[in-house]
């Protein structure tokens, strides 16, 4: 049974940093593009930043840009999310997906979905 399992969410400051991480069971993820998701109350699930199988591509939207920064660690089959310089507009229930095609970037194309994490930051 495939399973991803996010962990390091929480309630932080605005300016705060936070590091999520994405374990993998069931799968080997490094066959896979990993990528983070979030979805804020009221607003659609939306691609934040995603990495290819072999990690040399990344994509990044651009509201958090040099903030947050996607990677992986194939020998453990994790996924990370490091993100600094937290605004409040980035709270939100966050998600790590896989996906076959390390273009993917809807929903609807990836395979394997986590529980996701919630991220809340105060101003």
């Known amino acids: 049974q495939v399973e991803l399992v996010e962990s390091g969410g929480g309630l932080v400051q605005a300016g705060g940093s936070l590091r999520l991480s994405c374990a993998a069971s069931?799968?080997?993820?490094?066959?896979?593009?990993v990528a983070w998701f979030r979805q804020a109350p009221g607003k659609e699930r939306e691609l934040v930043t995603s990495i290819s199988w072999r990690g040399d591509t990344t994509f990044t939207i651009d509201s958090v840009k040099g903030r947050f920064t996607i990677s992986r660690d194939n020998a453990k089959n994790t996924a990370y999310l490091q993100m600094n310089s937290l605004i409040p507009e980035d709270t939100a229930v966050y998600y790590c997906?896989?996906?076959?095609?390390?273009?993917?970037?809807?929903?609807?194309?990836?395979?394997?979905w986590g529980q996701g994490t919630q991220v809340t930051v105060s101003s």
């Open positions: 069931g799968v080997t993820l490094n066959d896979y593009a």
């Open positions: 997906a896989a996906a076959w095609d390390s273009r993917a970037r809807d929903v609807h194309e990836f395979h394997y």
